[in-house]
């Protein structure tokens, strides 16, 4: 480990990150942002060349489950994450209080039930065995989509945090099997349905609207945001890149690439 060096010696550069909350990891004009493959890196690199001409260099680095991205964030691996929405980070920070932030919403996943063995929801057999997220908040959001459908009844004032204890009525006596969100797709060949986040769906060659047997409505509260330590949502930086983000460009890019799958939330 190098020696720390005296205040009155850092150069004017390392300075300016510093008020800027960025890591000394990261060069001047560069921003980090960890994101999930599908959709979140697509849209990053998508808004690529237009921060560029900004004078912003973007650096994507592409995660494969939820958890590494926050403790990247935190530990300044990276300086912006994409990939969750405010009850899967409230819920993450209970744990690990990390002082991450909330910053610009840019759009909704919704979340669907998938199966390779049935083509509705009715014909799901007694006993037939349902996979859903693991973490805290996906997996209270996917019980609340299967109490929509009427299989299965939660306890009154159950909130985004439901979880299979609070399941008050289940006529099919459905079992429920919790497998981490990125391993969802795969376990499909071994039980007889799974919730499913979008952007493991579509990473997956799943298509939500032709597939999902049933999905949220655009109404869902679940808005996929950008998410920060405190100083760098004043990061000139980072202001562009929300603006690149919540352009009418990424909106019409969103509806035509995804098909209504992933909705735009600005």
């Not at 849209?43 to 900004?54: E, M, R, S, T, Y």
């Not at 497998?179 to 795969?186: F, I, V, Y």
């Not at 049933?214 to 869902?220: G, H, N």
Request: charged share 20%; hydrophobic share 45%; aromatic share 6%.
């Amino acid at each position: 480990m190098r020696p720390t060096a005296p205040l009155t010696a850092l150069p004017l550069a390392a300075l300016a990150l510093a008020s800027f909350g960025l890591s000394s990891g990261a060069s001047a004009g560069t921003l980090r942002v960890g994101a999930t493959p599908v959709p979140h890196a697509e849209i990053l690199n998508f808004v690529k060349p237009a921060l560029a001409k900004q004078g912003v260099n973007l650096v994507v680095r592409e995660f494969s489950d939820y958890v590494q991205p926050n403790l990247a964030l935190a530990d300044g691996s990276i300086d912006v994450n994409f990939f969750q929405h405010l009850p899967y980070l409230t819920g993450f920070q209970k744990n690990r209080p990390l002082g991450l932030v909330p910053g610009a919403k840019i759009h909704v996943e919704p979340i669907g039930v998938y199966s390779r063995r049935v083509t509705s929801l009715k014909s799901l057999k007694t006993g037939a065995t349902i996979a859903l997220p693991n973490d805290p908040s996906n997996s209270g959001r996917a019980l609340k989509l299967l109490e929509r459908s009427g299989l299965i009844r939660l306890k009154k004032g159950a909130g985004v945090q439901a979880t299979v204890l609070d399941i008050t009525s289940n006529v099919k006596r459905l079992k429920f099997r919790e497998l981490e969100a990125a391993q969802l797709p795969r376990a499909l060949g071994d039980v007889d349905a799974a919730v499913i986040n979008t952007n493991y769906a579509l990473d997956a060659g799943l298509n939500p609207q032709r597939d999902a047997l049933l999905l949220e409505d655009r109404r869902s509260p679940y808005a996929n945001l950008l998410v920060a330590r405190p100083a760098t949502l004043k990061n000139p930086d980072y202001l562009k890149l929300v603006r690149a983000l919540q352009s009418p460009e990424v909106k019409a890019f969103l509806l035509k690439k995804y098909g209504g799958a992933v909705v735009p939330a600005f």
